[in-house]
């Protein structure tokens, strides 16, 4: 069955420092691939995905990651976070016993201190 | 505005209560679905629809009900069963043509009495 496997449960960084979110995923079908943010009681935004084509994807807000067939990742990038980084970000991929319906990662908290 | 409305935003429960938490969507999707989350545990599945009048069950769906009578609102109720019921529920939507893109709404935090 297709799962998810994020690294980190909490990352703490300084503001301004570079961060990566690890992301693995298991998955014999073709895959896309989710990153959502989420912040303090709220629901979940999506911040980007791989569908197809080039293996680099960017958000608006700066953030970046790399589909990584060989190595089956996907992580998140940011060369320079911000205080507002702060949230809990979620990598989801899609899930065959489910109709090809995400599944979701456990989270990774990045705490950006000042 | 097209989104995902869910209301209330807070909801209490007194033991052996049902209660109803509303999701309600303009954007057109065909496909809905609620999600439990509780702390370190990511998003569970516990229901989805597909389809008007069409529903099945996530991963732990055991204690919960649904309906889909209407494209734009799929409710969720925790019934008494539902031992544990106390997180934050998230509703989402999504169509077909977006590749499993799913867009959720703001969330419902229940807490028992």
């Known amino acids: 069955a297709q799962s998810v496997t994020q690294l980190d449960s909490q990352v703490p960084v300084f503001e301004e420092a570079p961060v990566e979110l690890r992301c693995n995923y298991s998955?014999?079908?073709?895959?896309?691939l989710f990153w959502y943010v989420q912040y303090p009681n709220q629901g979940l935004q999506l911040l980007l995905k791989?569908?197809?084509?080039?293996?680099l994807v960017e958000s608006i807000n700066g953030f970046e990651a790399e589909f990584n067939k060989s190595q089956t990742s996907f992580h998140l990038r940011k060369p320079s976070v911000h205080i507002s980084d702060t949230a809990e970000y979620f990598c989801?991929?899609?899930?065959?016993?489910?109709?090809?319906?995400?599944?979701f990662g456990a989270g990774t908290i990045l705490r950006v201190k000042s | 505005d097209g989104g995902i409305t869910q209301s209330p935003k807070y909801l209490f429960r007194k033991e052996g209560q049902n209660v109803t938490l509303s999701c309600e969507q303009n954007?057109?999707?065909?496909?809905m679905y609620w999600y439990r989350q509780d702390p370190g545990q990511g998003l569970r599945l516990i229901y989805y629809?597909?389809?008007?009048?069409?529903?099945q069950k996530g991963d732990i769906a055991e204690g919960y009900s649904v309906s889909r009578e209407k494209k734009e609102s799929f409710p969720l109720t925790v019934t008494s069963a539902q031992k544990n019921p106390t997180a934050f529920y998230l509703c989402?939507?999504?169509?077909?043509?977006?590749?499993?893109?799913?867009?959720f709404g703001p969330g419902t935090r229940l807490l028992v009495l």
């Open positions: 989402a939507s999504s169509n077909p043509g977006e590749r499993e893109t799913q867009y």
């Open positions: 998955s014999s079908v073709s895959v896309y």
């Open positions: 791989y569908l197809s084509g080039s293996t």
């Open positions: 989801a991929v899609p899930r065959m016993e489910y109709g090809n319906k995400l599944v």
């Open positions: 954007l057109n999707h065909d496909a």
């Open positions: 629809s597909q389809i008007v009048n069409d529903f």
